[in-house]
Nanobody, 127 residues
Framework: QLQLVESGGGLVQSGGSLRLSCEAS????????VGWFRQTPGKEHEGVSC????????NYADSVKGRFTISRDNAKNTIYLQMNSLKPEDTAVYYC????????????????????WGQGAQVTVSS
């Protein structure tokens, strides 16, 4: 069974950068689409970014386009989310999620697309 663990969260000043990692165990991520979601208290999960199993398709929420970059390293069984120019409104718990998908299928931000979830990593951006 695939297990996901996020790391790299923390406290950063506005304008700073963080890189989140989502490391998988129990199975290879090579055939999985992976998404990053975030959640703040009282709100639903918000899709932030996703990457297809092949790595050829990526999507970003409008709120993070041009600032966040998703990437995958199948050799390390890890997905990354590089977050630059962070803003206080990026403060949230960030989750990675994965599911088996055909290599070239589009990835999306529907929570129902993903069966495997990590435990979350807190990102706090101070103003």
């Amino acid at each position: 069974q695939l297990q996901l663990v996020e790391s790299g969260g923390g406290l950063v000043q506005s304008g700073g950068s963080l890189r989140l990692s989502c490391e998988a165990s129990g199975d290879t991520l090579e055939y999985h689409s992976v998404g990053w979601f975030r959640q703040t208290p009282g709100k639903e999960h918000e899709g932030v970014s996703c990457i297809s199993a092949s790595g050829g398709n990526t999507n970003y929420a409008d709120s993070v386009k041009g600032r966040f970059t998703i990437s995958r390293d199948n050799a390390k069984n890890t997905i990354y989310l590089q977050m630059n120019s962070l803003k206080p409104e990026d403060t949230a718990v960030y989750y990675c999620a994965a599911d088996l998908k055909p290599p070239f299928s589009q990835c999306g931000f529907s929570q129902g697309e993903y069966n495997y979830w990590g435990q979350g990593a807190q990102v706090t951006v101070s103003s």
